[in-house]
């Protein structure tokens, strides 16, 4: 039987409530509820990981049961099976005020602390799926899931019966355990059914070893006792997926799976009959008996919040009934603890829940949910106590990038009794809304009565005054960028930076992904093309987060104070990979107001200033590109005509149609994996040679007698090759060493794995 394909590379939701409907949904709290609230109930879910397809059956559970027509708003956090992440989760949904948290535990211990936080906070828990080992039991309000002692005892009662039904004498069992996540309870529980049954019947448990109920630690894990013991007839796996992976090293190693222990196979059980795979697997008899264990406990969890909301007090326990498969006919009911149980066939599905690998995946984009800086109060709210604190921000600036209850990280500073005595906005400034290039006057924020300092005036990113400089002590830094050198808020931070590192001042940068920071392209600057839209020697493309950007900025001695003479920290993000593609829930700038636009955004900035439209005044800026122009081009057959929008007034071709392409319907991996696609622009000037001799294609030279494209690129080198006619390929090989010498260069700075 051949073994699933691998899974494709993921694209990253960032904020990672289920309800989110791309960016700017409809305002939950429109909707109210049947318990008499104004607004939904919000459900703050730590989720242990993505680490089986019993977890993410859970997870789909959950978010079915708590929609929004169900009168629910589900916050949904996945713990990456780290605990420190669910403490930090739980932080956050307290600091949220979230009305219900529930929490599947990845372990039982290491709870106290938090869950008296929730306590003190008067939110109630409800513990799902594994235990939490706390001294005060009013820590929580009720659990739900399965007795896992109880599905160890039954599997070992089946492998007793089944054994002594072909005759395999108790001293004749060499078992193997291929544990859960140790410390689980589902790990503790099917562990010390085993271990039990082992040491009563004398049978011989040769050796256990945590797979982390994952299928690749059950391979390895398998491959390893094969290595070792030559005797194992049984292998005991506390997932099914584990049970996967352990049959592959079988199979690998020659052997044979299956129930006919006399006659050499190795039998393999397991627990979980979520896994379409493990299913197929037990009808052959490949997996000779699975120990159900329930993921369905949404609609659980539902019942027993819907309980706490009329005031009723549920049982702190409950239970879940489960069943044992086996398509071996030889054993049709056990006993355990003086109770029977039957042993029901494999049908096609066990808990008429199997949900296809692709959905699965899916689900695992919203697993991998990315813990940004600003979320992490309990790294950096020390660093500002007691001090004045400057934000340097705009209407990114969101917590968690929750779209759903929206708290500015201005506002959650000032509710956990920061000092914030300034709010520096770059361009486009602080609402986000400013045209592009427009000057943005300085202004008082109406809510909070804040001051909000421009930093950006006369088309230009401005140094802040001294008089600006000593009104705080701490500069924090929290600002979505998209990783391309020609957008300018990595030039505020720039400036921001030095002007701290002349005062002395602290600058904290929490850090959030680069929707781009999965590649490396571009020229790098050169010294004379330095401008607004560019200022440091990297590529256009860099692949940096701002908070390693700051790193480098400060490690290369770029500053004019000197290397490291900034007093920087960063918060990282967390469960943050750069090969991962994320998808922003904002828009970074009024410009750019799709994951597309985003990651066309490196390929399309180049018609800038040049006779064709990027699409300002349209819907897609960026995922567009026209001009008048090209009329008649057939391959140019998308319409559009440029009006004035906010952030774009009196945009290019106002009122004119233009003639062009839509790249709005690319696909995001597709997008991905051109990086720079200088085609576009390529093209376009191509065909404008066709039609028009007279014009440059690129527009107009400033008074330096430079083209504004030379400055986006950093160098006259690309637009002198593209009107010499070279192709992209002999383009981008023109700057490939640079761009290794840059990885090289900028890998001491990189908080996040590299993505090549
Ligand atoms: O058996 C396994 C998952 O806690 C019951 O965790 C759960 C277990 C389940 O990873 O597949």
Request: with cysteine.
């Amino acid at each position: 039987m051949k073994k699933n394909v691998g899974i494709a590379a993921a694209i990253l939701f960032l904020a990672v409530t289920a309800v989110s409907c791309g960016i700017g949904g409809k305002k939950p709290e429109e909707k109210g509820n049947d318990f008499g609230r104004e607004k939904l109930i919000t459900v703050g879910f730590s989720q242990v990981g993505a680490e089986s397809d019993w977890r993410n059956s859970n997870s789909l559970s959950m978010q079915n049961a708590f929609t929004q027509d169900e009168g629910y708003n589900l916050i949904f956090k996945n713990g990456q099976q780290k605990q420190a992440n669910q403490i930090t989760a739980v932080r956050t949904f307290i600091q949220q005020g979230v009305d219900y948290i529930v929490l599947a535990p990845v372990t039982e211990s290491g709870w106290d602390f938090v869950l008296q936080e929730a306590k003190e906070a008067e939110i109630p828990v409800i513990i799902v799926d594994r235990m939490v080992d706390v001294s005060n039991k009013d820590l929580y309000s009720c659990w739900v899931g399965s007795d896992f002692e109880l599905e160890g005892k039954k599997m070992a009662s089946w492998i007793k019966y089944y054994t002594q039904s072909i005759g395999i004498d108790s001293d004749d069992l060499h078992i193997v355990n291929i544990q859960g996540t140790i410390g689980s309870t589902a790990q503790i529980g099917r562990t010390k059914g085993l271990s039990e049954a082992a040491r009563e019947n004398g049978w011989d448990l040769l050796a256990e070893a945590s797979g982390d109920f994952t299928e690749t630690k059950g391979r390895e894990v398998m491959a390893d006792f094969l290595k070792r013991y030559d005797n194992i007839n049984v292998v005991y796996c506390e997932n099914d997926n584990e049970a996967i992976g352990a049959i592959d090293a079988i199979i690998s190693a020659g052997k044979h799976p299956g129930p006919d222990i006399r006659n050499g196979d190795i039998m393999v059980v397991s627990f979980d009959g979520v896994n379409k795979e493990a299913l197929e697997y037990a009808k052959e008899g490949w997996i000779s008996c699975i120990a159900e264990c329930n993921p369905m406990h949404g609609p659980r969890v539902k019942g027993l919040i819907e309980m706490l909301e009329v005031g009723e007090v549920p049982d702190k326990l409950n239970y879940v009934d489960e069943r044992l498969f086996s398509s071996i006919e030889n054993v049709k009911t056990i006993v355990v603890d003086g109770v029977s149980y039957n042993v029901e066939g494999i049908g096609d599905s066990i808990q008429g829940l199997i949900i296809p690998k692709a959905e699965i995946e899916v689900d695992k984009h919203v697993e991998a949910d990315i813990l940004l800086g600003n979320e992490q109060f309990d790294f950096y709210l020390p660093l500002l106590e007691g001090k004045r604190t400057a934000l340097f921000t705009n209407h990114t600036g969101i917590i968690g990038n929750d779209t759903i209850n929206e708290k500015h990280i201005l506002d959650a500073l000032i509710e956990n009794g920061v000092e914030v005595t300034a709010v520096f906005a770059p361009e486009h400034g602080f609402r986000g809304t400013a045209d592009a290039g427009s000057d943005v006057s300085s202004s008082v924020d109406e809510k909070t009565g804040v001051p909000i300092l421009s930093l950006y005036g006369d088309g230009d990113t401005k140094e802040p005054s001294s008089k600006d400089m000593d009104t705080f002590d701490v500069l924090v830094i929290d600002i979505q960028d998209v990783g391309v050198r020609y957008y300018t808020y990595y030039i505020s931070m720039y400036y921001m930076m030095e002007a701290c590192a002349k005062a002395g001042k602290k600058v904290v940068v929490l850090d959030r992904p680069n929707p781009n920071g999965f590649y490396v392209d571009g020229p790098i600057l050169e010294d004379e093309y330095k401008s607004k839209a560019g200022l440091l020697p990297i590529p256009v493309v860099h692949g940096m987060t701002l908070g390693e950007l700051a790193r480098m900025i400060n490690g290369e001695g770029w500053l004019s104070t000197g290397k490291n003479s900034c007093d920087l920290t960063v918060i990282p993000c967390q469960n943050y990979h750069h090969e991962d593609i994320v998808k922003l829930t904002k828009n970074p700038s009024p410009n750019l107001k799709t994951a597309e636009a985003v990651l066309l955004y490196p390929s399309t900035c180049y018609f800038e200033n040049t006779v064709v439209s990027v699409g300002r005044g349209t819907d897609n800026p960026f995922a567009v590109f026209g001009s008048p122009y090209f009329e008649g081009i057939e391959s140019y057959d998308y319409e559009f005509t440029p009006v004035s929008t906010e952030g774009a007034s009196n945009p290019v071709f106002e009122g004119q149609v233009c003639y062009g392409i839509s790249l709005q319907s690319k696909k995001l991996n597709e997008i991905s994996e051109e990086h720079i696609n200088l085609n576009y622009l390529i093209d376009a000037y191509n065909y404008f040679q066709e039609v028009n001799t007279d014009k440059s294609f690129w527009g107009k030279k400033d008074k330096y007698g430079k083209f504004w494209v030379d400055y986006l690129f950093g160098t006259n080198k690309v637009r002198l090759a593209i009107e010499e006619g070279q192709s992209p390929e002999q383009i981008k090989a023109s700057f490939t060493d640079d761009i290794a010498r840059f990885k090289e260069k900028r890998k001491p700075y990189l908080l996040y794995q590299d993505a090549e």
